[in-house]
Every structure is written in structure tokens, then in C-alpha cells.
């Protein structure tokens, strides 16, 4: 359990999970990583932990380096328990050590952990001074929990941001020029989707002081740490958060008799017709989680689905409940589908289109049994018309 030493005094001490699949409803093919940074000055200061399962993981790396009852900090930037699960073990492996949290950090790990620890609260712009290092703590709220803070190191030009520009990959490597940016981009794009879309204007008012801060590494709290795409990464945060989108297509979809999977094949020629570029997801083989970057990354949304039980198919009922949730903003939306006898179902979508606020610029598609010729050319040129649109 060899710790990694990222600058002079400075080093990586997380813990690596290779095992994780699915993280609070979405897939996580690549494992994650539990990012805590131990940094030794005059005082000895630790930021962040790691879930509970991996205490020891954490409590091993960090006395391959010191003595942990050396501490005399522990900064919890965010109570959320894949953070802060090890802060029990940690406080009682120093018992001496100060909690520097932020007021609603400590209302969180008070109700959490029920244990009478010391606090240091700190509010945004507030520093500690350790030594020939300053911290720096800058509180931004709702990236992705209202306790949520960074802290930043201006000696090192080094930002440790807790859950902003992570990513969910467990790797033997650090750094993202050591995995590469295709990769570490994919991922970062997949963990804003599902974790941070949200917060687009949150996100927003921390790229704004981010912006105005030197910076020559980002140490998340999931993934690799950013040294050689950190001016790819912020650009790409700042699309994200202002719901930008490049003038895309994606077409969801599920179906019972391939009549509505014959509607998404339309609507593909036509798009593609006009030169836009398409992605089709059948949900049948898609989960949901991998399906919302693509949301993030299109300008048009197209969802089609038949019609159950007066209603919609329940994969799109559910895809359409994840996405309001996460309200993503700035979208053409289309909903079409096919029916047996009722119709419900398109009609549905297209009202969970429109209650997100999204455009629809054009009436739903809507057709009864197995479409015929006549009636898929249509859908096509319906594709056609939105490809104009976007």
C-alpha cells in the first residue's frame, strides 16, 4: 500500500476500488478511486478519507509516511460517506487531530457519526496557515451537496476540489497524461452527467473563482488527478454547466413489436439525410446511466416508446424520471411511438419533454399497429425538419 507523492511533501494516500460496479444509480465499469491527500509541513494535515470499507487501505499508505497519530488535521471537504467514512478511524488513529470542515460539514458529520470531535469551521476565503503552506478553503455549494467545499493550496498551485472533475476509474495510474485524455475525458463527462448536471450554475460560480486561481494540478476526489489536460478539462466543465451542446442527435428508444424501433430507424435516415450525426440507444441494451452523456453531448433529445397499460414502457418511464432529475436544459425535444389502441404512451413523453422546459418544435409522432410506407416517410421527413432545426 504504497502512497504516491505528487509534490515535495505532498502525496496521494486514497484508497483504489476495483470492485465497484454501480455507484447510487449508475454503472461504473472502470471501478473508482477514494482520493486523500496527506501533505507534511510544520503541521501534518490530511484532506479527505475514504469510504469505511477502505479505512484501512488509507490508515496503510499513510504510515508508510508518518505516524498517523502525527496528524494535526483532518479537512473534510465533503460528508457524503465515500469521503468521509474513514474520518472515525482516522480521529481515533489521532486523536489530537482538529476537523476543519465547513459549518454545514460539521452538521453533517455530527449527524452521521454522533462523536464529539474538535472543529475548525471555515468559510470561503479563509486560510490556515501550516507552515511554509497556506490553506485555502473555498465553499461551493450544491457541487454536488450543500456542504461541498474545495481546498486550495497557492504555494503549490494545486487545487483539491473534492467531487469536481472527477471521475469514477480505479487504475494503477495517478495522473491523466498516464491514462490518457480520451479516457479520463470519457469518464469525467459521464461522472458530471449523472452527478453533477444538475448544478450547472453552481458549477458555474466555481469555474468563476477557479479561473481566477494559478493552477498547475487538480487532485479530485474520484479518478486521476489533472496536470496535462487541466486547460481541456475546465473548457469542457464550462460547456457542460452552461448546458452547451454541438448540433447532435440522439434517438432513445424501447419497443414491444418493433414498430416504435421502426420509427427510430426513420427519424435516423432523415436526421442523417441532413447531415446531422445520430446516436441511437435502445434501452433494452443500454442503462440509463450511459445513456445520459449522450444527452449531455446532443442538441436534440428523441425518445420513443408503445403504449402499456395507458401509459409508457416502464425503461422509458424510468429513463425520463433519472433525467428530470438531473434537468438538463437547452434541448430540442421530440417524443414518437406506437399504440395498439389508447396512445398514451408518446403522449406521455412528450409531456415529460415539455415539463423539463425543453423545446418542441415539432408535434409528436404518434402512429397505431405497424407503420407502413407511407406513414415512415413521414417519420423521416419529421427528422429531416428537426435536422434543420438543430
Known amino acids: 500500500m504504497k502512497p504516491e507523492e505528487l509534490k515535495k511533501g505532498i502525496y496521494w494516500v486514497g484508497g483504489i476500488d476495483w470492485d465497484l460496479r454501480y455507484f447510487h444509480g449508475y454503472l461504473t465499469p472502470r471501478g473508482s478511486t477514494y482520493n486523500a491527500y496527506l501533505i507534511v509541513d510544520e503541521k501534518v494535515i490530511l484532506i479527505d478519507t475514504v469510504k469505511q470499507s477502505m479505512a484501512d487501505e488509507l490508515l496503510g499508505r499513510l504510515k508508510e509516511v508518518i505516524d498517523p497519530a502525527r496528524l494535526d488535521y483532518l479537512v473534510v471537504n465533503h460528508v457524503e460517506p465515500d469521503h468521509s467514512g474513514s474520518v472515525p478511524r482516522v480521529m481515533e488513529a489521532a486523536p489530537g487531530a482538529k476537523i476543519v470542515?465547513?459549518?454545514?460539514?460539521?452538521?453533517?458529520?455530527?449527524?452521521?457519526?454522533?462523536?464529539?470531535?474538535?472543529?475548525?469551521?471555515?468559510?470561503?476565503?479563509?486560510?490556515?496557515?501550516?507552515?511554509?503552506?497556506?490553506?485555502?478553503?473555498?465553499?461551493?455549494?450544491?457541487?454536488?451537496?450543500?456542504?461541498?467545499?474545495?481546498?486550495?493550496?497557492?504555494?503549490?498551485?494545486?487545487?483539491?476540489?473534492?467531487d469536481a472533475f472527477g471521475q469514477?476509474?480505479?487504475?494503477?495510474?495517478?495522473?491523466?497524461?498516464?491514462?490518457?485524455?480520451?479516457?479520463?475525458?470519457?469518464?469525467?463527462?459521464?461522472?458530471?452527467?449523472?452527478?453533477?448536471?444538475?448544478?450547472?450554475?453552481?458549477?458555474?460560480?466555481?469555474?468563476?473563482?477557479?479561473?481566477?486561481?494559478?493552477?498547475?494540478?487538480?487532485?479530485?476526489?474520484?479518478?486521476?488527478?489533472?496536470?496535462?489536460?487541466?486547460?481541456?478539462?475546465?473548457?469542457?466543465?464550462?460547456?457542460w454547466a452552461n448546458n452547451e451542446a454541438p448540433p447532435k442527435a440522439?434517438?432513445?428508444?424501447?419497443?414491444?413489436?418493433?414498430?416504435?424501433?421502426?420509427?427510430?430507424l426513420a427519424l435516423q435516415e432523415g436526421l442523417e439525410d441532413a447531415g446531422i450525426p445520430v446516436k441511437v440507444r435502445f434501452l433494452?441494451?443500454?442503462?440509463?446511466?450511459?445513456?445520459?452523456?449522450?444527452?449531455?453531448?446532443?442538441?436534440?433529445?428523441?425518445?420513443?416508446?408503445?403504449?402499456?397499460?395507458n401509459g409508457m414502457l416502464p425503461s422509458v418511464g424510468a429513463l425520463l424520471t433519472y433525467l428530470k432529475g438531473l434537468r438538463p436544459k437547452k434541448k430540442l425535444g421530440f417524443a414518437f411511438g406506437s399504440y395498439g389502441w389508447g396512445g398514451q404512451g408518446a403522449k406521455l413523453a412528450s409531456a415529460a419533454l415539455q415539463e423539463m422546459g425543453w423545446e418542441l418544435p415539432?408535434?409528436?409522432?404518434?402512429?397505431?399497429?405497424?407503420?407502413?410506407?407511407?406513414?415512415?416517410?413521414?417519420?423521416?421527413?419529421?427528422?429531416?425538419k428537426l435536422a434543420l432545426l438543430i
Open 101 to 162: 470542515t465547513s459549518p454545514r460539514g460539521q452538521k453533517g458529520l455530527e449527524r452521521y457519526y454522533k462523536k464529539d470531535w474538535d472543529y475548525i469551521l471555515v468559510n470561503s476565503g479563509d486560510e490556515l496557515k501550516i507552515g511554509a503552506r497556506t490553506m485555502k478553503f473555498v465553499h461551493m455549494p450544491m457541487v454536488h451537496w450543500p456542504d461541498s467545499m474545495a481546498t486550495y493550496i497557492p504555494e503549490e498551485k494545486l487545487l483539491l476540489p473534492n
Open 168 to 239: 469514477h476509474i480505479a487504475s494503477v495510474e495517478r495522473f491523466d497524461d498516464e491514462l490518457g485524455w480520451n479516457i479520463v475525458r470519457e469518464e469525467a463527462g459521464i461522472y458530471y452527467a449523472n452527478i453533477v448536471y444538475p448544478y450547472g450554475d453552481q458549477v458555474n460560480k466555481v469555474l468563476d473563482v477557479v479561473s481566477q486561481l494559478p493552477v498547475d494540478m487538480i487532485a479530485p476526489s474520484h479518478g486521476v488527478i489533472w496536470r496535462s489536460h487541466i486547460s481541456e478539462i475546465i473548457p469542457a466543465y464550462r460547456q
Open 250 to 264: 440522439l434517438i432513445i428508444y424501447d419497443t414491444m413489436w418493433g414498430s416504435t424501433r421502426k420509427m427510430a
Open 284 to 309: 433494452q441494451n443500454s442503462h440509463i446511466s450511459h445513456i445520459v452523456p449522450d444527452v449531455l453531448n446532443s442538441r436534440a433529445v428523441l425518445i420513443g416508446t408503445p403504449t402499456l397499460n
Open 362 to 384: 415539432l408535434e409528436m409522432i404518434n402512429i397505431q399497429y405497424n407503420p407502413d410506407q407511407d406513414e415512415l416517410d413521414k417519420v423521416r421527413e419529421a427528422g429531416r
